[in-house]
């Protein structure tokens, strides 16, 4: 599974931003998707999952004003950001992850996400 992160960028405060996550390979083998990200001196936390056949779970300091969605006919996930904060600034990293008696994560290459004015 190979997962290629696009759309980060600069933007101001209040403003938004959509990220994008093309996903190739063994599409079949994934049971969660997932949005992280890892801001400066910071640990990488969980911003969205999307669970196979599931509801989608969001961090607290991001609900209500992102939204993480799927498409499963060109094999993209995407974040819609909107009402950004300069907190939300980070690199952002999509995650796919394959349950079983190994549980193995695919991680994508971030892409910086800067919320400043």
């Known amino acids: 599974v190979q997962l290629q992160a696009s759309g980060g960028g600069l933007v101001q405060p209040g403003g938004s931003l959509r990220l994008s996550c093309a996903v190739s390979?063994?599409?079949?083998?994934?049971?969660?998707m997932g949005w992280y990200r890892q801001a400066p001196g910071k640990q990488r936390e969980l911003v969205a999952i999307?669970?196979?056949?599931?509801?989608?779970n969001y961090a607290d300091s991001v609900k209500g004003r992102f939204t993480a969605s799927r498409d499963n006919a060109k094999n993209t996930m995407y974040l819609q950001m909107n009402s950004l904060k300069p907190e939300d600034t980070a690199v952002y990293y999509c995650?796919?992850?394959?349950?079983?008696?190994?549980?193995?994560?695919?991680w994508g290459q971030g892409t910086q996400v800067t919320v400043s004015s």
């Open positions: 995650n796919a992850k394959r349950i079983g008696p190994t549980t193995v994560y695919y």
């Open positions: 999307i669970p196979r056949g599931g509801s989608t």
């Open positions: 390979g063994e599409i079949f083998s994934i049971d969660v």
